[in-house]
């Protein structure tokens, strides 16, 4: 059982037929000649086949080891079968149980062994122990022991058909080793062959060595031809390669390839006429490299490319002309100027279909001012602004180009070329710029495309003077004539716009959001965020930030700055391809739209007033446009410093225009004249009324502004205006809609919102403007702005006094019993005809605001408490009228007002009653005045009160203990105490 069964042997016991096998002598054997022969290839093959046969022979050896293994256990099974065998059991018994067995299903019988059979580190008999029952007999242990005797034989079954499965590969082993033999005898065959064939090789050199000698002399032929083909090869390999570098823009490689060839070319060509064509490539390729170069130089000067210039640097040098490079820049930089301005002038002419129609006789003007004149003006600002663009990237490929070289610190030449001629390049271009200024009537331009026209010169301004270091007289003297005749005109339409805007107002509020602040209108926002920037540039440049570098770090950071202000796509070797064009100086959609949308992204944070928390502020359509052109003389103010006092004289006229046309309009009521209204006015207040007034002449009816002589011209100070007229379809007369109420309530609300755009623009506008104009600022906030909140009060108290009829609550007072000597116990009727008055007129406001929202709460307090303070004056006037009065009707004023205080808080929320202690002094003078100086001495501390008022009172304490001498006296002291007031 130790080793390797061998041929002839018996199985034993078994019955089983033995199986022959190779030894390992006869392996041995076999591998041992396979090595020893003599016959080079085919040895190896067939020692190849035999490590094969010899592992097949080996496989076989074991599987017939694996039987003799099994027949082994067998054997031993059966030995064990026959000790515990019964005694009158006898082995025919058994064999026909083993039969019985072996009809079985073997998966069943296998199936019946328990899964721990199959597990690694099983011990079956521990496991056969610990199942046995309590109780075990010799008949369980019997049955037991058959169960397992029937599994062990299906495996063994199983085992030796496996086993012998593979006798089949055993033979084929032996039929290999008998075709090993006969290729063994076809390998001897060859090498007797190749002995034989080696034989007559030997003699044939013996006569060959004059045929070596030929042989080599001719190897030498063939070396050189080699040599030559190679030479020629690698020139069409340096030709492709010539072209691959070209081609992806690498100068200084294809160079250094053509200046390495140089040689070999010239060997070639001399020796090979084939060669003279490649020589003529090489020299076409240096020819496009050179144009290449021209081109690449041209490009970078347009806009800069490091890598590009460095190639093209590297490239002049391997040349040898880098002196040629520094002179070429100044036509580059400079000379190109011209032309390419025109050509971007002509592009821009033939955008329109007639000037397409002329294309030709277009392309041979030379004069840039006659080409500008067929630039239709709705393309001119992208025209100049292409302009712009092209300018600034040359000066920024100059910046750049200047600084590459200070920082590498090599060719002085150059860097000095650039530095000679930065002046007259920016004096080339300021007047190519000043030429289009001049050649352009700016009238017929809108506002936006002008404001981009002014917004894109000041840009240009500053590069350009940082650039050459000196300012643009010329071009800021063209700027300034043409802003200055465009702002005038502007401001004209501006004011007409204006008068037929409220010539057509409703009146009605606009629905806003109730948030909705002057910082919510996107075009005033924008352009106070142009003034903050404009602020924060001049500032820095006070403090030396804004120089030459800062400017050009800045553009490198940021890029043109013109590139995106231009509307259509427009390149300057490119098409033009233009978009629809924004006419933003129409009447915005917004204006007649249902309610003005907030913007959600504010640049400059709101405030939240204005506006209650229903309804928001209250606006009418010309507020809100005229909020939109203070935004735009904003703008303009920045763009057009060199005006800006002009600019704000015109921002000064359009808002004094709309609050005097809005005091005209809602500044009077029925039975009260404006000058009525005006006695109790802020003198401050009247004196700047008065001064409007002045600059109105009613005989106008169109055309807003006129001057004084039509030979004149019209300066911002000589305008006189056209009066607006208030629409037909407002009705401020009937008591039906509370003499329009909600029509004034829009217009003096729209007041305070002009006055809060002009209060958030005023430190911007202080900015803009020069010492000069100091006095004109302060004198406008002062006088017109700081005051706009007195206007107010004073346009609500003159409607007040019409909301509530207190002419029969004057007669009642009046006509009252004073003189009692005992108080009644009932109010006298003139308190309940006043708290009636209030009871009708707040239901009134409640429903006006109900239907229209123009009564926010503090104007409905505002109202009331005018109301409220009317309603104490002609108390008071009402009892100055008093003819007689005691003591104890006294008392029953006292006890009246007191009542008219609770009654009237209750009615409109309002705790402290306005004019209130007004009447009560005037109640309690009555104690405290028993002399005539008595009298001179409370008018002093009380001089609120009319004459007529404090005669009354003085006569009713007085009166009868004075003489007519005393009692002129006095009445003169208090006339001329009041006066004084």
Not at 140 to 145: G, M, V
Not at 161 to 170: D, E, G, R, T
Not at 348 to 363: F, G
Not at 761 to 772: C, E, G, I, S
């Amino acid at each position: 059982m130790s080793g390797p069964p061998t041929m002839g042997r018996s199985s034993g016991s078994t019955g089983l037929p033995a199986r022959p096998v190779l030894s390992a002598a006869l392996l041995s054997s076999i591998q041992e000649r396979v090595t020893t022969s003599r016959i080079g290839q085919g040895v190896g093959r067939v020692g190849n086949m035999v490590g094969g046969v010899v592992g097949d022979v080996a496989g076989e050896v074991g599987a017939f080891a694996k039987k003799n293994i099994i027949e082994k256990i067998d054997i031993t099974n059966r030995r064990r079968r026959k000790v515990f065998a019964d005694d009158d059991e006898d082995i025919e018994a058994i064999r026909i149980r083993e039969e019985q067995l072996m009809r079985q299903n073997e998966e069943e019988v296998l199936a019946s062994l328990p899964q721990e059979y199959f597990t690694e580190n099983y011990d079956s008999v521990t496991g056969l122990l610990v199942a046995l029952p309590g109780d075990v007999d010799d008949a369980y242990i019997a049955t037991l022991i058959s169960n397992k005797e029937d599994v062990l034989s299906v495996v063994n079954q199983k085992l030796f058909n496996k086993v012998m499965a593979n006798y089949n590969q055993f033979v084929q082993a032996m039929t290999s080793i008998h075709d090993l033999g006969v290729d063994i005898k076809q390998s001897t065959s060859s090498c007797k062959a190749g002995r034989q064939t080696l034989r007559t090789l030997q003699e044939a050199l013996a006569f060959g060595a004059i045929n070596i000698l030929d042989n080599f002399k001719r190897r030498q032929t063939w070396e050189q031809v080699l040599q030559d083909l190679d030479a020629i090869q690698e020139l069409q390999r340096v030709e492709v390669e010539l072209k691959k570098t070209l081609a992806a823009g690498q100068y200084p490689e294809t160079i250094s390839l053509c200046l390495d060839v140089r040689d070999m070319v010239q060997y070639c060509t001399a020796r090979f006429t084939c060669a003279l064509d490649l020589d003529r490539t090489l020299q076409s390729i240096y020819q496009v490299v050179q144009e290449r170069l021209d081109n690449a130089l041209f490009e970078t000067c347009r806009s800069w490319n490091a890598g590009i210039y460095e190639k093209v640097l590297s490239a002049h040098r391997l040349l040898g002309k880098t002196s040629y490079l520094a002179e070429k820049l100044q036509p580059l930089f400079v000379e190109q100027i011209e032309s390419e301005c025109k050509n971007i002038i002509l592009a821009h002419a033939l955008l329109s279909e007639e000037a397409m129609m002329r294309a030709e006789t277009l392309k041979k003007l030379q004069a840039i001012r006659e080409l500008c004149t067929h630039v239709k003006g709705e393309h001119f600002t992208n025209c100049l602004l292409t302009v712009l663009e092209y300018l600034t990237d040359l000066m920024l490929s100059h910046y750049e180009m200047s600084s590459w070289h200070e920082v590498h610190k090599d060719e002085p030449a150059i860097a000095m070329a650039l530095a000679k001629f930065t002046k007259a390049m920016w004096d080339r271009m300021q007047r190519q710029v000043s030429i289009m200024v001049d050649s352009v009537n700016f009238s017929s331009f809108k506002i936006d495309d002008f404001l981009k026209f002014l917004d894109g010169i000041a840009q240009f301004l500053e590069i350009g003077e940082a650039f050459g270091g000196s300012a643009a007289f010329k071009l800021r003297t063209a700027v300034t004539a043409s802003t200055k005749t465009y702002f005038e005109a502007f401001h004209r339409s501006r004011l007409e716009d204006l008068r037929t805007m409220l010539d057509n107002e409703n009146w009605n509020k606009v629905p806003v959001t109730p948030t909705f602040t002057v910082l919510d209108v996107k075009e005033f926002r924008a352009a106070l965020t142009i003034l903050d920037n404009a602020i924060y540039v001049a500032r820095n440049e006070r403090q030396n930030i804004g120089t030459y570098g800062a400017v050009f770090v800045g553009l490198r950071q940021t890029g043109n700055p013109f590139s995106g202000m231009i509307q259509y796509a427009t390149r300057r070797r490119g098409p033009l391809v233009q978009t629809k064009d924004d006419d933003s100086d129409d009447e915005a959609p917004e204006l007649f739209a249902d309610s003005v949308e907030e913007d959600d992204t504010p640049t400059i944070k709101r405030k939240t007033q204005q506006g209650d928390a229903r309804g928001g502020p209250v606006l009418a359509n010309t507020t809100i446009n005229v909020v939109r052109t203070l935004a735009k003389y904003l703008h303009m103010m920045k763009t057009l410093q060199h005006i800006s006092p002009d600019v704000f004289a015109g921002t000064v006229q359009l808002v004094e225009y709309y609050v005097f046309s809005v005091y005209s309009f809602f500044g009077s009521s029925p039975g009260n004249s404006f000058s009525s209204l005006e006695e109790t006015m802020n003198p401050r207040l009247r004196q700047t009324l008065d001064r409007l007034r002045r600059k109105i002449n009613p005989s106008l009816v169109s055309g807003l502004m006129q001057s004084e002589s039509a030979n004149t011209p019209q300066k911002a100070g000589q305008f006189r205006w056209a009066p607006a007229r208030l629409f037909s379809g407002v009705d401020l007369n009937t008591n039906r809609n509370l003499y329009g109420l909600g029509f004034r309530a829009v217009g003096i609300e729209s007041l305070s919102f002009v006055c809060e755009a002009m209060k958030e623009a005023q430190p911007r506008m202080q900015a803009m403007l020069p010492p000069t104009a100091t006095d004109a600022f302060n004198s406008f906030y002062n006088d017109m702005i700081d005051l706009m909140g007195e206007l107010r009060e004073h346009m609500y108290r003159g409607v007040s006094g019409v909301l509530v009829n207190l002419d029969l609550f004057v007669k009642t007072v009046e006509t009252s019993k004073w003189d009692m000597t005992q108080i009644s116990s009932q109010n006298s009727p003139y308190v309940g005809i006043l708290l009636n008055e209030f009871i009708n007129l707040t239901r009134r406001l409640d429903e006006l605001d109900k239907v229209s929202g123009c009564l926010p709460p503090k104007v409905r307090l505002l109202l009331l408490q005018s109301a409220l303070r009317r309603a104490m004056d002609q108390l008071i006037e009402g009892y100055a009228r008093i003819k007689k009065c005691s003591a104890m009707g006294r008392a029953a004023m006292q006890r009246d007002l007191k009542e008219i205080q609770i009654g009237l808080q209750q009615t409109t929320g309002i705790k402290a009653i306005p004019g209130q202690t007004h009447v009560e002094n005037y109640i309690v003078a009555y104690y405290e005045i028993n002399t005539d100086t008595e009298v001179l001495e409370w008018v002093k501390e009380h001089p609120d009160f009319t004459v007529r008022q404090v005669q009354s009172l003085f006569n009713l304490v007085l009166g009868g203990t004075m003489k007519n001498t005393q009692r002129h006296a006095l009445d003169k002291e208090i006339q001329k105490l009041l006066r004084a007031r």
